[in-house]
């Protein structure tokens, strides 16, 4: 038995659109399945929680990467596997685990049965299933999730995100520990903590990040002016801000973050709190078909 958790309105509602399909596709298979759909935050991850001792072969997100953080929540260190059909603005997730994002194929892909193990992360009682971060990052996170104009802009809705925080957010003085190794940065606009390489529809902020290595890889941007961020915002989208002098790459398994102010925190685009955080990486904990 599948089990489809539906977010009817991912993706200016081509979360509703893409199930009709897939269901159809189900259907003329005579797959088993069940279907639940969302209409509340977090109700996914309750869902699934509920159906945990049930015979399962899968539960199959069908959404944005909102959805996967959510599903993905309830299924870590349970055995169940993740399948995803991409439905969401930016389908990060999708990209960075070679997901199709034609509806079809994703959902052959789930039915190859085909699993694979990844890493997620643990921040306080959440889970990080593909990429996180705060500061700059996380206000823009969350004037996308608030607007309801980002929704139908797709992939540029981070875009629109990034122009409408610009103007008000101020850099913070931020303490990062990485296993161990305390630092001490000025003027920070943004620390990414990723486990895939992309994010924000498509930025390689963390090119080197991969889901199944074992480690969490941060990108920490600091000591930039205004104007500064803006010239070298373009370049993330192909990754090559790396070798900006105000650009810290770092790698670890466990990293405690302080802020003067707090600054929010975001979780595969969800927010989570503020700052202060600890995150350690989980290897191994979740399976993805």
């Known amino acids: 038995m599948y089990v489809f958790i539906v977010n009817p309105v991912s993706g200016n509602g081509r979360g509703r659109r893409v ?5 159809g596709w189900l259907i003329q298979k005579q797959t088993p399945y069940e279907v639940y ?5 977090s109700q996914a991850t309750e869902l ?23 599903v993905g929540n309830a299924l870590v260190d349970t055995g169940i596997p993740l399948g995803y059909i991409p439905a969401g603005s930016g389908n990060d997730f999708a990209q960075a685990q070679g997901i199709p994002l034609h ?5 052959y892909r789930v039915l190859r049965n085909k699993i694979q193990p990844m890493d997620t992360a643990r921040i306080g009682t959440r889970s990080l299933i593909g990429f996180g971060g705060i500061g700059f990052d996380g ?16 992939r540029f809705a981070y875009l629109l995100g990034f122009l409408q925080t610009l103007k008000q957010y101020r850099p913070a003085q931020v303490t990062l520990i990485t296993d161990g190794i305390e630092q001490v940065f ?41 104007a500064g961020l803006i010239k070298l915002f373009p370049s993330v989208y192909k990754g090559r801000h790396t070798s900006h002098p105000s650009v810290l790459l770092l790698e670890g398994r466990r990293i405690t973050l302080r802020s003067d102010p ?3 925190i975001h979780s595969d685009g969800e927010i989570i709190g503020e700052t202060p955080l600890s995150i350690e990486i989980r290897p191994r904990s979740l399976t993805v078909l």
């Open 37 to 41: 759909f969302t209409s509340a935050p």
């Open 186 to 226: 000025d003027r920070v606009w943004l620390v990414a903590i990723c486990n895939q390489p992309n994010y924000g529809g498509g930025m390689q902020i963390c090119p080197e990040a991969r889901s199944d290595d074992g480690l969490l890889n941060l990108c920490c941007v600091h000591g930039l002016s205004r």
């Open 262 to 264: 707090p600054l929010v």
């Open 103 to 107: 509806p079809k194929q994703a959902l």
């Open 19 to 23: 199930w009709s399909r897939v269901e």
């Open 48 to 70: 699934v929680r509920s159906m945990i001792r049930r015979d399962i072969e899968a539960v199959v997100a069908v959404g944005g990467d909102g959805t996967v953080h959510e």
């Open 139 to 154: 206000q823009v996170a969350k004037a996308v999730n608030q607007s309801s104009i980002s929704r139908r802009l797709g």
